[in-house]
């Protein structure tokens, strides 16, 4: 089975984290995620994230670190997922590829349905979202 490699982008912006809906015409129709896309041959994974949210949001990022990086098995393709906090230095946001974007509390997450590859992501945002709190 084939590991496809892609990256995705934690942008949060006054405790609020950016997600992104699959539009109808794409696979997993309706579900919520984080923004990115596939890493191109030669492409590191920040150029990719970069470029992919260029591509889908209209906004230019800057990567402040890595956040975490999953592994899931949708049975028909592994997804290798690398993700990276964000945040936006430029742009107003145009999506192109999604048909819904939203700015969610943090703690609100687990209220959508996201992507099986996301959940880990939203749990690793929680634990450092929370342990800023304290």
Same mark, same amino acid.
């Given at each position: 089975?084939?590991?496809?490699?892609?990256?995705?982008? /934690?942008?949060?912006?006054?405790?609020?984290?950016?997600?992104?809906?699959?539009?109808? $015409?794409?696979?997993?129709?309706?579900?919520?995620?984080?923004?990115?896309?596939?890493?191109?041959? $030669?492409?590191?994974?920040?150029?990719?994230?970069?470029?992919?949210?260029?591509?889908?949001?209209?906004?230019? /990022?800057?990567?402040?670190?890595?956040?975490?990086?999953?592994?899931?098995?949708?049975?028909?393709?592994?997804?290798?997922?690398?993700?990276?906090?964000?945040?936006?230095?430029?742009?107003?946001?145009?999506?192109?590829?999604?048909?819904?974007?939203?700015?969610?509390?943090?703690?609100?997450?687990?209220?959508?349905?996201?992507?099986?590859?996301?959940?880990?992501? /939203?749990?690793?945002?929680?634990?450092?979202?929370?342990?800023?709190?304290?």
């Amino acid at each position: 089975m084939k590991t496809i490699h892609v990256t995705a982008g /934690v942008i949060i912006h006054e405790d609020k984290v950016l997600i992104t809906r699959r539009a109808p $015409n794409e696979n997993f129709a309706g579900s919520w995620e984080f923004p990115g896309g596939k890493i191109e041959p $030669n492409e590191t994974p920040e150029d990719c994230l970069v470029r992919e949210i260029k591509e889908e949001l209209n906004i230019d /990022v800057s990567i402040e670190k890595f956040c975490t990086e999953v592994t899931h098995d949708y049975g028909h393709m592994i997804v290798h997922l690398m993700t990276y906090y964000c945040t936006i230095i430029k742009g107003d946001i145009q999506i192109s590829v999604h048909d819904q974007y939203k700015w969610v509390k943090i703690n609100d997450l687990v209220k959508y349905d996201l992507l099986p590859a996301d959940i880990p992501i /939203v749990k690793k945002i929680m634990e450092e979202y929370l342990d800023k709190k304290q």
